[in-house]
């Protein structure tokens, strides 16, 4: 009605003759040669009785002219902008609520008629949006135009992508052959590099443990004979097997095999294993260290160190049990008192190199590093080409979704899809973007709340995609999860206007596009500036 106010031409018209309240399209009621008949039939009166300022009629139908009938309705004819119905209760009641005035025609209020510069400011509000309408509708055909292309290229490309993948699959199959057929001289000559330094290891290992026998068979040789005696043994009363905290004859005849003593030559092999954990030099303040665990290997190159891992509750307990054991060693240290003086010196403990060092593997040879380097390079050219493959799935992925999207009745809303826009308040600054999600974040600063991710076309079954439904967001405290409803309103450009709450985790936000425009009416010739009825 609005459009036709603006597009079709208006004609000045006969005065009608009619009762004060009446409107045209009601006239023919109101017939002063006979009697009047109430609308709702209830009954029928004198004409003079109509305006007479009694309610006769239940419906009020004889009252339209004054405020006789609460329920009776008058008429503002208002001339040069749009009839108005208002409730006969407001008839001179000094307020004037049509814009001609004609509601208060006895109250001695004097209404300006503001009809025309209403109907004036009416028809430019038409205009600017009948000029809305039409430029975005002209921007809508583009953009379906630009979806018709858009998606057949991406058809086209999806085509190519799905032809390519089958080759690249094959790529694929042929580097992974490549790759393990490298891998396995590479294995064969890391495992025969580590089995040559373990063997190296255990060699040296022993050689310690041999230099470490030696110098405590040296140090419990006392009277530098040649071999170790029950009494030289029973020096050490650490090495007790009873649990009494003294070395007994029989205990040290049996450390010795039953014999009465042991030379050199036999010591490591029948006396050592069986003394070495609890054997305390006398030079060294603390244990001789436990036989060092087999080292991890560590692969130049091409293998990272493992990372220390914090200690377990039980590795902290044992840590504590461990230094416990060596503040009591240190109190029985102190409680043996010093050494004669003629005693012969002991002779110094054998340096050993550095854990660290003797535990590290040693580089590759030069053919053990080429075979790696090989197998290096097969295994790049593999994972390249499996990633090359994996983001071709998610283009493929990603190309079927979008072509199979429902973005309208022509796709013109599929210029929306990968787009994201904002809208900053006071408080929050709220992001809409279409078909994956709608948040808001904190304007200070602050981690963001989903508003809801895409749920489905919203609108009325007349008009299906006027609205979006965004549903399942951040859920609230001891409510629902949050959701978000998208009116589309014409425009012609993309933006977010306003974002409110009407109802508690449930939001409402407009986004003006062309794409929500209508086709406009076909526009017609106005003859000028004329008053409606």
């Known amino acids: 009605m609005l459009l036709l106010l603006l597009l079709l031409p208006m004609c000045w018209a006969v005065e009608v003759r009619r009762p004060r309240g009446v409107s045209l399209t009601n ?16 009954a029928s009166i004198p004409f003079d009785q109509v305006n007479d300022d009694y309610c006769d009629c239940k419906d009020g139908s004889d009252e339209p002219g004054t405020a006789a009938c609460p329920n009776g309705s008058f008429h503002c004819t208002n001339t ?96 992974r052959t490549l790759k393990e057929e490298a891998e396995k001289p590479e294995e064969a000559a890391k495992d025969q590099h580590r089995r040559l330094w373990e063997e190296q290891q255990a060699i040296s290992k022993e050689q310690r443990e041999r230099e470490l026998a030696a110098s405590a068979f040296q140090e419990l040789d006392d ?13 050490h009363p650490e090495l007790d097997t009873d649990g009494d905290g003294a070395l007994s004859e029989g205990e040290a005849q049996t450390l010795l095999g039953g014999d009465a003593q042991m030379d050199a ?72 008192g010093e050494q004669p003086k003629d005693a012969p010196p002991p002779a110094p403990a054998p340096q050993t190199a550095s854990p660290t060092e003797e535990d590290r593997m040693p580089p590759y040879d030069e053919q053990t590093q080429a075979f790696i380097n090989a197998a290096q390079e097969a295994r790049n050219k593999f994972e390249e080409a499996e990633r090359s493959l994996k983001d071709m799935e998610e283009s493929i992925r990603n190309l079927e ?53 895409w749920g489905s076309w919203a609108g009325p079954d007349h008009d299906k995609f006027s609205a979006m439904k965004y549903e399942q967001g951040t859920g609230c405290w001891q409510g629902p999860n949050r959701s978000t409803t998208v009116r589309l309103l014409c425009g012609k450009e993309t933006v977010v206007t306003s974002t409110t709450e009407p ?31």
């Open 27 to 42: 006239h023919h009621f109101y017939d002063e040669s006979k009697p009047f008949t109430c609308l709702d039939g209830s």
């Open 80 to 175: 040069g902008y749009k009839a108005l119905y208002i409730s006969s209760r407001w008839v001179n009641d000094g307020v004037c609520d049509c814009c001609d005035g004609t509601d208060e025609y006895n109250s001695g209020i004097v209404c300006e008629n503001t009809c025309k510069e209403k109907g004036r400011k009416e028809r430019e509000t038409l205009q600017q949006m009948a000029e809305v309408t039409r430029e975005g509708f002209r921007l809508k055909k583009i953009l379906i135009e630009d979806w018709k292309k858009a998606r057949e290229e991406k058809q086209k490309k999806l085509i190519e992508l799905q032809a390519g993948k089958k080759s690249l699959e094959d790529q694929v199959e042929v580097l």
């Open 223 to 235: 009277d530098m004979d040649g071999a170790v005696s029950v009494a030289e043994l029973q020096t």
């Open 265 to 336: 030559a036999f010591f490591y092999d029948r006396v050592w294993a069986a003394i070495r954990d609890k054997y305390r030099s006398e030079v060294l303040p603390t244990e001789y260290p436990p036989l060092p665990p087999a080292p991890d290997v560590m692969e130049p190159k091409e293998e990272q160190p493992p990372m220390p891992s914090p200690p377990t509750e039980e590795e902290d307990e044992d840590e504590e049990d461990e230094e416990t054991e060596e503040d009591e060693d240190e109190e029985d240290e102190d409680s043996q």
């Open 401 to 453: 979704q979008e072509i199979s999207f429902d973005f309208g009745p022509n796709g013109e809303f599929a210029y929306l899809y990968s787009q994201c826009y904002e809208l900053t308040t006071n408080e929050y600054v709220y992001r809409l973007c279409p078909f994956k999600l709608v948040s808001q974040k904190p304007k200070l600063g602050g981690s963001p709340t989903s508003l809801g991710t």
């Open 503 to 533: 109802s508690r985790c449930e939001y409402l936000m407009e986004l003006m596009t062309p794409a929500a425009c209508p086709e406009p009416p076909p526009e017609y010739p106005v003859e000028g500036d004329h008053d409606e009825l």
